[in-house]
């Protein structure tokens, strides 16, 4: 992954200019801890804007999403960030014809952060506490859900975090698919979900139940029934 921080001159020319932060994955398929292997897209996107604007907020950004972005994204595999009219961030895959015209090998995803738009942290000057990993073993667990096709994954994931929130690290989609053996109107999305336990180890009954929740959190919030 390619990151830089840098002023970005609107049309290329010298004027207004922001302070923009932006990353790139491009090229072979990265694999991640779902042991699934793919090639960059927007989700991957999406989630290295939402780190990268943790780390400069202190804290998570609850800005609603919206689908499209600026015209160097595929129209159809973008989203832009934004706070009413004010634009936070774009992430997304790459046009065709960006990556056609600048001879990139393999499909790209990227995201461009405004950092004069993004709102001060609410607890400035307040020290961030450090990192402090946990000695227990992760836990991951992946769920299918089919749902109708006008459901957001945002939706999805908003719900099985909700689940079990005190637990539940992280929540990423690793799969979307229409088609064959989906009946129409439908579409099969599946998601990874990251346990990360605070005061010992998961029992497997633990983890079984927190599986139930988030089955049940998604179903209420979307309609949506888990694929065997």
């Known amino acids: 992954m390619l990151f830089e921080i840098g002023a970005q001159f609107e049309s290329g020319m010298r004027g207004p200019q922001a302070t923009v932060a932006a990353g790139v994955r491009i090229g072979e398929p990265q694999r991640s801890w779902t042991k699934f292997a793919h090639a960059p897209d927007a989700f991957d996107a999406k989630a290295d804007m939402l780190a990268a604007i943790e780390m400069a907020m202190g804290g998570a950004m609850t800005a609603p999403v ?14 832009t960030l934004a706070l009413g009219p004010k634009v936070l961030a774009y992430f997304g895959e790459l046009h065709p014809k960006i990556i056609a015209g600048f001879d990139l090998k393999g499909p790209a995803a990227a995201f461009e952060i405004f950092l004069d738009a993004i709102p001060e942290p609410k607890n400035k000057g307040k020290a961030r506490a450090p990192f402090a990993p946990s000695p227990f073993q992760p836990v991951e667990r992946d769920f299918a859900f089919l749902l109708d096709a006008n459901i957001s994954a945002e939706e ?14 992280r929540v990423d989609v690793f799969d979307l698919y229409e088609g064959q053996g989906i009946p129409e109107g439908k579409k099969s999305l599946a998601i990874a979900v990251r346990l990360q336990p605070k005061g010992g ?15 049940a959190a998604v179903t209420k919030a979307t309609g949506g029934t888990l694929r065997g």
Request: proline residues 5%; glycine residues 6%.
């Open 66 to 79: 919206k689908a499209g972005a600026a015209p160097w994204y595929h129209p159809g595999r973008s989203g």
């Open 201 to 215: 180890t998961l029992t497997d009954a633990e983890i079984d139940a927190i599986a139930q929740k988030i089955v």
């Open 156 to 169: 999805v994931i908003k719900a099985a975090k909700s689940a079990e929130r005190a637990l539940i690290e």
